[in-house]
């Protein structure tokens, strides 16, 4: 069954990727964000249509949005776009 991307789903998504896929979540700031010079970020939200990271550049927090190609389906669907991505930027 799928399940919607509700703010309960966003916050988990949000934490397994700041907890155990901090350098993917950069990359996603750098490469899609257009923050090349960000040195850290952290996922604050995911929806269907995007997800929010804060970005360190140059020592500031600065907010990136990062809009997803379609809209996501479901929570399942943003993990297969979330690892899309990563795929694109490690192919380059």
């Known amino acids: 069954m799928a399940e919607a991307i509700t703010p ?3 916050d988990r ?3 397994h990727m700041n907890d155990d896929h901090a350098d993917a979540v950069l990359l ?3 490469k899609f964000g257009d923050t ?3 040195t850290a970020a952290i996922m604050k939200s995911i929806d269907t ?3 929010d990271l804060d970005a360190i550049v140059d020592g500031q927090s600065t907010s990136v949005r990062v809009s997803f190609e379609r809209p996501l389906a479901d929570a399942k669907d943003a993990h297969n776009v979330l690892v899309e991505m990563l ?3 490690r192919q380059n």
């Open 36 to 38: 090349t010079a960000a």
């Open 28 to 30: 996603y700031a750098q």
């Open 8 to 10: 309960t789903v966003s």
């Open 49 to 51: 249509n995007g997800m």
């Open 13 to 15: 998504i949000c934490k």
């Open 87 to 89: 795929k694109k930027v």
